[in-house]
C-alpha cells in the first residue's frame, strides 16, 4: 500500500533518480492493487482488462511530477477509450474513470454522460472531477461543474474528462492499508456503470 515514502518521491530531483523512485516505491504498488482491482472488476464488466504502468519514456529532461496506471480492455494501449486509473501526485493517491487525449467517440461519450446524469448523483459525495489529467486540481462534483466539464469534454477538441475519488497524502486512512484499499475498490465498483454505459 502506499506510505510516506510513495509520496516522498516526487522530492527526488532528476529524471533518472526520480524514475528509480518509482519504478521501486510506486510501481509495485500499482500491480499488486491492479492485479486485485482486475479480479473484482472483471466480471461486473464481464470482460477482460489489461494493466498498463506508465513508464514515462518520451521524457528526457524533466522528471514525471505524477505517475499512474490504467485498467483497460485494450491490450495495446488504454487512452483510446474511457479507462480505471490509479495513480499518485505528491498531495493525493487518485483513482478515476478517465477520458483523456481524445478517446475514440468521445462527443458520442460526454453526450451519454450528459443524458444520463443520475448516474453521478449515485456516486458518493466525495468524489470529484478533473477536466485535465497534467495539472493536479480537482473540483466538486456538483451539477453545475458536471454538466460544464461534460459539455467541454464533448466540445472542446483537447476536452478531458475524469470522475472518481482521492485519498489526500494526509489523510488517515493510510495507516489502515486494508480499509484503504476497500475504499479503492469500492470507488471503482461505484464507477462501473458509468464505465459500462461509456463503452457500449
Known amino acids: 500500500m502506499f506510505t510516506e515514502k510513495s509520496f516522498e518521491v516526487f522530492e527526488i530531483e532528476g529524471l533518472t533518480p526520480r524514475m528509480v523512485g518509482i519504478r521501486q516505491e510506486i510501481q509495485p504498488i500499482f500491480q499488486q492493487l491492479d492485479e486485485v482491482f482486475q479480479q473484482v472488476l472483471e466480471p461486473i464488466i464481464d470482460e477482460k482488462l489489461f494493466i498498463h504502468i506508465a513508464q514515462h519514456r518520451r521524457r528526457s ?9 490504467a485498467l483497460s480492455r485494450q491490450k495495446r494501449g488504454y487512452k483510446m477509450e474511457p479507462h480505471f486509473q490509479l495513480g499518485i501526485w ?8 478517465s477520458c483523456i487525449d481524445q478517446p475514440k467517440d468521445e462527443g458520442l461519450i460526454a ?17 470529484v472531477l478533473s477536466g485535465d489529467h497534467t495539472k493536479p486540481q480537482t473540483e466538486e462534483l456538483s451539477p453545475e461543474n458536471l454538466e460544464k466539464g461534460l459539455i467541454r469534454f464533448r466540445d472542446v477538441k483537447k476536452g478531458e474528462f475524469q470522475v472518481g475519488r482521492i485519498i489526500k497524502k494526509e489523510a488517515s486512512l493510510w495507516k489502515k492499508p486494508e480499509e484503504a484499499k476497500q475504499c479503492m475498490i469500492d470507488t471503482y465498483q461505484q464507477l462501473t456503470p458509468l464505465y459500462k454505459l461509456s463503452i457500449n
Not at 505528491?90 to 474513470?97: E, G, N, S
Open 111 to 127: 453526450q451519454k454522460f450528459l443524458d444520463n446524469q443520475t448516474y453521478f448523483t449515485q456516486l458518493s459525495k466525495d468524489f
Open 90 to 97: 505528491p498531495d493525493y493517491v487518485f483513482m478515476w474513470l
Open 61 to 69: 529532461v524533466y522528471p514525471p511530477e505524477n505517475t499512474w496506471s
